[in-house]
């Protein structure tokens, strides 16, 4: 049996620990064996048809795999599956995907979690958008280095590679 994380799940359909909780203990999900880094899991199965409103994600089994790599700490599929669900719609779940493979140094995820901030339309998730987008192009990320220079011409501040402003 598959099974995934109880904070992947929290993650994926937005039910609160202590609600599934009580969905393990009453028996309406599957407990799991608890995984190698000892956290409590629940049944993959059960979880897909509990994806939050809003998410228009199929997961094929290509992307389940992705996922259970992703549950398991790996940053590219943690950046694979957050970008899935950005682009499908669930974009709280795919915050905590990106954000897990953005700290462990993804310019991918870094990239992505900018992009997902300034969605946000607030100063605050722009100044996190700026943040992340600013660090993706530190770590050389192409698509968030055209983003920075364009937010620093936008600023008047010069292009994030250092080059010569071009003639106006």
Do not use: C
């Not at 409590?40 to 790599?69: K, N, W, Y």
């Not at 950046?79 to 995907?97: S, T």
């Not at 493979?101 to 722009?126: C, V």
């Amino acid at each position: 049996m598959n099974s995934i994380s109880l904070d992947a799940v929290a993650a994926l359909t937005g039910i609160g620990r202590s609600t599934l909780w009580r969905k393990l203990a009453d028996g309406a999900l599957a407990k799991g064996e608890k995984d190698a880094r000892g956290r409590a899991t629940v049944a993959l199965a059960d979880v897909l048809g509990l994806i939050g409103e809003g998410t228009r994600v199929a997961f094929s089994d290509a992307d389940l795999a992705v996922l259970l790599q992703a549950d398991a700490g790996d940053a590219q599929a943690q950046a694979d599956i957050g970008a899935l669900l950005q682009v499908h719609g669930g974009r709280e779940a795919a915050l905590y995907w990106l954000q897990a493979a953005a700290e462990q140094g993804s310019a991918e995820a870094m990239q992505w979690l900018g992009t997902a901030h300034a969605a946000k339309g607030t100063e605050q998730g722009d100044q996190l958008a700026v943040m992340w987008i600013a660090k993706a192009a530190a770590l050389g990320h192409p698509i968030a280095r055209r983003q920075l220079d364009g937010l620093l011409q936008g600023a008047a501040v010069g292009p994030a590679d250092g080059g010569a402003q071009p003639a106006t």
